[in-house]
Nanobody
Framework: QVQLVESGGGLVQPGGSLRLSCAASESIFSFYRFSWYRQAPGTQREWVATITSWDTTIYADAVKGRFTISTDDAKNLVYLQMNSLKPEDTSVYYC???????????WGQGTQVTVSS
């Protein structure tokens, strides 16, 4: 049974930094790729960043240059380092993990990030 547990959200001021963590219940090597999504109240869920099994990273334009997705394979952790945070980054952030053969997506419970002065 795959489980993803997110943590690290909280309240930060504009320009501040925060690091989100996603703990996977099994080896990182079990997954094809990991992504972070976010969803603000009244909006649709938005893709933020992805890291593939070959360690290629891609980012949404809104966060490019400010956010970094990475993994710690030994600890079964996926991170989202968020720098230069803006009020528009305020959202619930979700971890997504994908397996193949067959393709299946798994989701974390979400962690709240609030950027406000």
């Amino acid at each position: 049974q795959v489980q993803l547990v997110e943590s690290g959200g909280g309240l930060v001021q504009p320009g501040g930094s925060l690091r989100l963590s996603c703990a996977a219940s099994e080896s990182i090597f079990s997954f094809y790729r990991f992504s972070w999504y976010r969803q603000a109240p009244g909006t649709q869920r938005e893709w933020v960043a992805t890291i593939t099994s070959w360690d290629t990273t891609i980012y949404a334009d809104a966060v490019k240059g400010r956010f970094t997705i990475s993994t710690d394979d030994a600890k079964n952790l996926v991170y989202l380092q968020m720098n230069s945070l803006k009020p528009e980054d305020t959202s619930v952030y979700y971890c997504n993990a994908r397996k193949g053969s067959p393709q299946v997506d798994y989701w974390g419970q979400g962690t709240q990030v609030t950027v406000s002065s």
